[in-house]
């Protein structure tokens, strides 16, 4: 069974940084193309960033491009979002999910880690 | 960036109803579009893929159609169980979703 955990949330103040972390389990996690999607309070979904299989192509979203980094290791089975510079708008529900390039589609998602940014 | 149209934001049905829901992209995005279900509190959940392709497991009253740049996602008969928000994401270039529909039974 294919499954995908995330921790790392919790609260933080405006300016600062948070790590979140995904592990993955029930497939070979060093095969798939991965990404975090988040949802803000109320808010619907929006796509944060992705990583390729090997961990050499990543993408992010406008509103993160140079705050956030995304990371794999694929000897641990997990999947990182390293969170620099927070604003209040980036509070939100933050989920790990399965899928890229190849398969056009996030067919597995975790259960989402809050992140909340005030002070 | 491609722009998801989604449409309506919320409906309310009644059990049996056929329910529908619109999808516009800003752009040709093929048939790289995708419908998700969400229940409160839970995470999304994929139902369709590559615009008409349900995934297994899926009960067959969800269907889907379209190609280009419109889609069309029906439930044939509304249940209880298909209380949710339903979402529409391309996956032609950089992801992005629609605004997503809020079904609600009345």
């Known amino acids: 069974e294919v499954q995908l955990v995330e921790s790392g949330g919790g609260l933080v103040q405006p300016g600062g940084s948070l790590r979140l972390s995904c592990v993955a389990s029930?497939?070979?996690?060093?095969?798939?193309?991965m990404n975090w999607v988040r949802q803000a309070p109320g808010k619907g979904l929006e796509w944060v960033s992705y990583i390729s299989n090997s961990g050499v192509t990543k993408y992010y979203a406008d509103s993160v491009k140079g705050r956030f980094t995304i990371s794999r290791d694929n000897a641990k089975n997990s999947l990182y979002l390293q969170m620099n510079s927070l604003r209040a708008e980036d509070t939100a529900v933050y989920f790990c999910?399965?899928?890229?390039?190849?398969?056009?589609?996030?067919?597995?998602w975790g259960q989402g880690a809050l992140v909340t940014v005030s002070s | 960036d491609i722009q998801m149209t989604q449409s309506p934001s919320s409906l309310s049905a009644t059990v049996g109803d056929r329910v529908t829901i619109i999808c516009q992209a800003s752009q040709d995005i093929s048939n790289y579009l995708n419908w998700y279900q969400q229940k409160p509190g839970k995470a999304p959940e994929l139902l369709m893929y590559?615009?008409?392709n349900l995934k297994t497991g899926v009960p067959s009253r969800f269907s889907g159609s379209g190609s280009g740049t419109d889609f069309t996602f029906t439930i044939s008969s509304l249940q209880p169980e298909d209380i949710a928000t339903y979402y529409c994401q391309q996956y032609d270039n950089l992801p992005t979703f629609g605004g997503g529909t809020r079904v609600e039974i009345k």
């Open positions: 029930g497939f070979t996690f060093s095969s798939y193309e």
């Open positions: 590559d615009a008409s």
């Open positions: 999910a399965r899928g890229g390039y190849f398969d056009r589609r996030f067919g597995y």
